[in-house]
């Protein structure tokens, strides 16, 4: 058996010899790679203010004022952009700026870039935060309100814990007042000047469905606490209406207290906002008197500042 064997070179590829038997020779071409790196283009998120400034207020002056920059400087940013992206983003033949098709295309992704650098910034330039709050709620609105306020704080700030404190208004303020807790949430008819208000709510009466417990005589009335805010409402409204009543409790906490009503056993009283869907608002001519509105206040501790308390009370107000 004959072997023969054959190079051959094109251009500038390399070529390798593939030798069989029966003299036939098969060449196989080996390309050069090409080792020369992609360059990497970056966006300057200044570039890109100047753009969605200038398309948003239609001129490059108006866009300088809103940047605090020249209009010659502002100019100057939207070429170099031009440049980079070697497109036109401006027609430029009117008095008023206007986008060309490929300034449009480029203007939500301007947009979404400077708010991720925002986005970004705020977060690293935040200082951490470790350690522990100690949050007084009131159980008339712990369960309708805080869940969506404690889960988005816990999300921002994972090493901060929450002690939280549920029980009546009063025991709450004494409990800041002796420094037990650090800030808490109360409902009551007025806001001292040592509170910050957050909302007003209707206070209304609350029932069984369809259920009788609002005919009896005398009414009867369930309360989760002996010192409860809306304890003193209910009883106040009832003695003007010269209407006897019946406590049923201090059951101890809003479950309990709801069951009372599930069961048709009494009626009580909650914030408008709070009110569960399985049970319901009295109407107005059942025969008892409105209440007065709460409002939910905000008290934090005025001897000590405390960083974490300041941003849970951020996120309470948002």
Known sequence: MRLSTLAIAVDENMMENLTLGNGICFILPIMK???????????????????????????????????NLTQGAVSQQIKRLEDLLQKELFDREHRQLTLTSEGERLLLHARRLIALNDEIWGLMSTPGFEGKVRLGVTTDII???????????????????????????????????DGEIDMTLTTETATPNNAERLMTDDLVWVGCRGGQAVNERPLPVSVTDGAC????????????????????????????LLATLEADLAVTSLLRSTVPSHVSILPDDIGLSRLQPFHVNLYRRTSQTNDIANELARHIRE
Not at 35 to 54: C, E, K, W, Y
Not at 161 to 176: A, G, N, W
Not at 231 to 256: F, H, S, Y
Request: glycine letters at 6%; hydrophobic letters at 45%; a positive charge.
């Open 33 to 67: 790679s090409n080792t020369t790196p992609v360059p990497l283009r970056n966006i300057d998120v200044a570039f890109a203010r100047a753009f969605v400034a200038s398309a948003e207020t239609g001129g490059m002056t108006a866009a300088g004022r809103l940047q």
């Open 143 to 177: 369960r309708a309100f805080m869940p969506p306020i404690l889960r988005s704080f816990n999300e921002t700030w994972p090493n901060v814990k929450i002690d939280l404190v549920c029980h009546s208004s009063p025991r709450l303020l004494k409990q800041l007042a």
């Open 229 to 256: 805010t809306f304890r003193t409402a209910m009883l106040g409204a009832l003695e003007q209406d010269q209407r006897d009543w019946r406590l049923i409790g201090p059951v101890g906490n809003n479950d309990a």
